[in-house]
């Protein structure tokens, strides 16, 4: 992910292995990391059973939130993909009936946005 991306908020993939060393005990027995991203401070992670947001907080980070938000209470979603000069794509997600979507997050160019669309479709429709 590159600099100017990360200071405008988008989100570049993270390696499997780095994700599962970081993040290993937040998951069941059972769990299995499928893809995450990185923003500046905070992540997000797709697991086969649920999804997992981790925002820092406070100047330090060392405040941390972790929000984990079942593949079956996501009601909708949609992915924008970037056009030709457009820096990034947007992945929206609505939880339970709400109106406006739960969670927006930016990606850059480099994330193929197709993959979190298949990690979603596979796990929201099961």
Same mark, same amino acid.
């Given at each position: 992910?590159?600099?100017?991306?990360?200071?405008?908020?988008?989100?570049?993939?993270?390696?499997?292995?780095?994700?599962?060393?970081?993040?290993?005990?937040?998951?069941?027995?059972?769990?299995?990391?499928?893809?995450?991203?990185?923003?500046?401070?905070?992540?997000?992670?797709?697991?086969?059973?649920?999804?997992?947001? !981790?925002? /820092? #907080?406070?100047?330090? %980070?060392?405040? &941390?939130?972790?929000?984990?938000?079942?593949?079956?209470?996501?009601?909708?979603f949609?992915?924008?993909t970037?056009?030709?000069?457009?820096?990034?794509?947007?992945?929206?997600?609505?939880?339970?009936?709400?109106?406006?979507?739960? !969670?927006? /997050? #930016?990606?850059?160019? %480099?994330?193929? &946005?197709?993959?979190?669309?298949k990690v979603?479709?596979?796990?929201?429709?099961w």
């Open positions: 992910m590159g600099l100017f991306s990360a200071l405008i908020g988008n989100a570049g993939a993270v390696d499997l292995q780095q994700l599962k060393h970081d993040y290993g005990r937040l998951l069941t027995d059972t769990e299995e990391i499928q893809m995450g991203f990185k923003l500046i401070r905070d992540t997000f992670l797709f697991t086969d059973k649920r999804l997992i947001l !981790i925002d /820092k #907080q406070g100047l330090t %980070g060392s405040k &941390v939130e972790y929000k984990s938000i079942t593949y079956k209470s996501i009601s909708r949609s992915i924008e970037a056009g030709t000069f457009e820096l990034d794509a947007e992945l929206k997600i609505w939880v339970s009936s709400e109106q406006q979507p739960s !969670i927006v /997050k #930016q990606f850059s160019k %480099g994330v193929n &946005v197709y993959d979190v669309h979603l479709a596979t796990y929201v429709l």
